[in-house]
């Protein structure tokens, strides 16, 4: 069955580290990916998509992803994290005409 | 302003009884998707639609139901067969073109005792 996997439950982090959060997924074939976010209190929200093209992706505040093919990964990283990065983080996979499924989230806490 | 409309925001219901959740999306979205979040879990797709009066399962459609009688509304029932109901559930929509995102409601959160 097709499946995401996302390596790390919960990732603490001081500010100012770097952050890199893994997502690895089953798919064979030409694969659509995301980044979701979920702030404590809030509904999820895009961070960053990647469809065809240059693999790494740049999003929102400050955060990139890179689509390594043969490693079937799509790892999130940000050089430096801000206590507001404090959320849930979702990577999701699909193919076209397909549901988006997603991984089991990581949670970050970044203390100030 | 376009969007997705869940509601009731939370929900209570006694063990044995069927509840309906709504869904209702203005965006003119062919695609509707029903998850369930739970805690270290993800989301897990229950039950999805394309088009009108169409709708695949997902990884756990077991104890739920759905329909799509209209392209805006896509609610779910959560039947007296679903194990454990008690859930966060997001509802969702997007264009079927494949560089259309998700667009989530805000979710209703379902106890059942």
């Known amino acids: 069955a097709q499946s995401v996997s996302q390596h790390n439950h919960h990732v603490i982090l001081s500010e100012a580290a770097s952050l890199e959060l893994g997502c690895n997924y089953s798919?064979?074939?030409?694969?659509?990916l995301f980044w979701y976010v979920q702030y404590p209190g809030q509904h999820l929200q895009l961070l960053l998509k990647?469809?065809?093209?240059?693999?790494l992706v740049k999003g929102i505040k400050g955060f990139e992803a890179e689509f390594i093919k043969s490693k079937f990964s799509f790892n999130l990283r940000k050089p430096s994290v801000q206590w507001s990065d404090t959320a849930e983080y979702f990577c999701?996979?699909?193919?076209?005409?397909?549901?988006?499924?997603f991984g089991k989230g990581t949670t970050l806490s970044v203390s100030s | 302003d376009g969007g997705i409309t869940q509601s009731p925001k939370y929900l209570f219901r006694k063990e044995g009884q069927n509840v309906t959740l709504s869904c209702e999306q203005n965006?003119?979205?062919?695609?509707m998707y029903w998850y369930r979040q739970d805690p270290g879990q993800g989301l897990r797709l229950i039950y999805y639609?394309?088009?009108?009066?169409?709708?695949q399962k997902g990884d756990i459609a077991e104890g739920y139901s759905v329909s799509r009688e209209k392209k805006e509304s896509f609610p779910l029932t959560v039947t007296s067969a679903q194990k454990n109901p008690t859930a966060f559930y997001l509802c969702?929509?997007?264009?079927?073109?494949?560089?259309?995102?998700?667009?989530f409601g805000n979710g209703t959160r379902l106890t059942v005792t």
């Open positions: 969702a929509s997007s264009t079927r073109d494949r560089n259309s995102p998700l667009h």
């Open positions: 798919y064979g074939g030409t694969v659509n």
């Open positions: 990647y469809f065809s093209g240059d693999p």
């Open positions: 999701a996979v699909n193919q076209a005409g397909t549901a988006l499924i």
């Open positions: 965006l003119n979205h062919d695609a």
């Open positions: 639609s394309q088009i009108v009066n169409d709708f």
